[in-house]
């Protein structure tokens, strides 16, 4: 996917805004003024990138022919929700290896929220041990599939000798490791490197309104 610049953002998004509210499509001028753009010209460079780019067409000969391409709007990952984990105290899941063998349902996704990572899915969170990590309860997390993490990097540990699953940021430290709450009411847990098993890191988070 093509990033645009600011302004060609604010230019795209003020296209469908203004598409939106009135039912048909701005001017130049309009769009010069919604986006305090100074000058005709630098809206007409503007929108001449986003019509290469593929983000709108336009018809020459037709007033008023701006128009969205709708393709660029559409969800291009799915993303397969398998279940809850817990921040806060682990919880039992059905199986050291899997949260369940068929999805509780799918997430549409862009590339944009999905970064383009393989091997994703998402997990709802239960619990407020991540807080200050800015995952909170309720929150959905996006989990690339990988057996290993660097120090701090926030992972789905499964807890061999206890069954269960939890969500925590993990340090490799002599002999053990730790795994870490990002609430300071809560306590580090400690492991020895054969009782857990790293299932996944943490790429994105979807909040809840």
């Known amino acids: ?11 795209l ?7 939106d509210e009135r039912g048909y499509a701005p001017t130049v001028r309009d769009i010069a003024r919604g986006c305090n753009i100074s000058t005709p ?19 020459p000969e037709v007033f008023r022919s701006i128009q969205l391409v709708e ?38 996704l862009t590339e944009e929220v999905t970064q383009g990572k393989k091997d994703v899915y998402a997990l709802k969170v239960k619990g407020t041990s991540m807080i200050d990590a800015f995952v909170d ?3 959905t997390v996006l989990i690339q599939q990988t057996n290993k993490v ?8 499964w807890l061999k000798l206890e069954q269960e699953v939890t969500l925590k940021k993990v340090y490799h430290e002599a002999g053990r490791i730790r795994l870490q709450p990002a609430n300071k009411e809560m306590k580090s847990m ?13 790429v994105g988070v979807l909040r809840k309104l």
Not at 13 to 19: A, V
Not at 49 to 54: A, D, V
Not at 75 to 104: F, N, Q
């Open 1 to 11: 996917m093509v990033r645009t610049s600011d302004t060609k953002r604010r230019v």
């Open 13 to 19: 998004n003020f296209i469908g805004k203004f598409l």
């Open 41 to 59: 010209s630098v809206v007409q460079y503007h929108l001449n990138t986003l019509e290469r780019q593929g983000y709108i067409r336009r018809d």
């Open 71 to 108: 393709k660029k709007r559409e969800v291009i990952s799915r993303v397969p929700l398998l279940g809850a984990i817990a921040a806060g105290k682990p919880i039992p899941v059905p199986a050291p290896d899997t949260w369940t063998t068929v999805p509780e349902e799918t997430l549409r």
């Open 137 to 139: 309860d309720g929150d």
């Open 150 to 157: 660097e120090d701090g990097e926030m992972a789905v540990v």
């Open 190 to 202: 400690y492991y020895q490197p054969e009782d857990v098993e790293i299932q996944g890191k943490v």
